[in-house]
């Protein structure tokens, strides 16, 4: 029958049918919106918006770079089938496929280069957000204010999260995500014991957090210390959000918190005083550091 010349061929279409659905699945896997641990509210920062159109930008991209291969590729397999069951050949039709599947090429070069210029608008439209959102923040916390606060700050071989600075001492805050144990009623168990060497979770202990915490303290200090002159005060804390804290004290040296009040913790610990010189001398060293660490960081293509 000659129908079946044209349906058998279809038998060769279900490899690149079966590995479409499993990259538009992996697609639909992708949300890069996070929520806070401590009220479930979305977390919001300058320019979410833009941050959520590139999230999805980046997810066209993939979509468009995973797909087109497979969707270009259909009608040159369907193509050899038919030369396989077909009893003449057709040159003509197979002219006809060769066509098809240029013209889907050039569909999808298309759709490729206009994604790519899409990521780099969004990308400078983020950059001028994050630019403004920064220069905006001096209305709340400008310079000659005693509070000031540095994010991703290059240590020695790594970053340390946050350090605040303030008249009683800078702290550096280091934050570790970790999923709380489920009890078999469904319920959540997010209570963490701290010991001086480790933290107990339920299931499992921990000691990496409290020592990583120690050597960004001992490296902050240190070279504070040098590019300062003179001895400043720090004080590690560790943020364990959307945890209960249990025994806290047990780090003499170390602050532990759940995140939840955080800027209510700081200004009642008083790992030492500084002076106004001092307090001064610091920000500026460590605004330098960010910035030579911001100059010296590879662009975004």
């Not at 004080?235 to 364990?240: D, E």
């Not at 806290?248 to 005083?273: M, N, R």
């Amino acid at each position: 029958m000659a129908w079946l010349e044209y349906l058998l061929p279809l038998i060769f279409l279900f490899p690149l049918a079966a590995t479409a659905v499993i990259v538009v699945a992996l697609r639909n896997l992708h949300d890069a919106r996070v929520s806070s641990p401590f009220d479930a509210h979305r977390l919001r920062e300058p320019g979410q918006s833009l941050r959520d159109r590139l999230d999805r930008a980046f997810a066209g991209l993939f979509l468009n770079g995973a797909l087109g291969p497979i969707i270009t590729l259909t009608p040159l397999v369907y193509g050899m089938g038919r030369m396989l069951f077909a009893s003449q050949q057709n040159w003509l039709e197979w002219g006809l496929y060769g066509a098809l599947s240029t013209l889907l090429v050039l569909v999808f070069c298309l759709r490729l280069i206009r994604d790519f210029q899409r990521i780099r608008r969004l990308k400078l439209g983020l950059a001028c957000e994050l630019a403004v959102g920064q220069e905006l923040s001096r209305l709340i916390r400008p310079e000659a204010h005693p509070y000031y606060v540095f994010h991703d700050v290059p240590g020695a071989g790594d970053t340390l999260d946050h350090v605040a600075v303030t008249p009683h001492g800078v702290f550096a805050i280091e934050t570790r995500a970790r999923t709380p144990a489920v009890l078999p009623s469904g319920e959540e168990h997010n209570v963490v014991v701290v010991e001086s060497e480790r933290l107990r979770f339920p299931g499992w202990k921990e000691r990496r957090p409290l020592r990583e915490t120690r050597r960004a303290v001992r490296w902050l200090a240190t070279w504070l210390e040098k590019e300062v002159g003179r001895t400043v005060p720090v004080q590690g804390v560790l943020v364990l959000p959307g945890w209960r804290i249990e025994d806290a004290a047990a780090t003499s040296d170390l602050l532990v918190v759940s995140g939840d009040g955080l800027a209510d913790h700081l200004p009642l610990q008083h790992p030492g005083e500084l002076d106004t010189a001092t307090h001064d001398a610091v920000i500026r060293a460590l605004r330098q550091r960010v910035a030579g660490a911001a100059l010296n960081r590879t662009p975004l293509s």
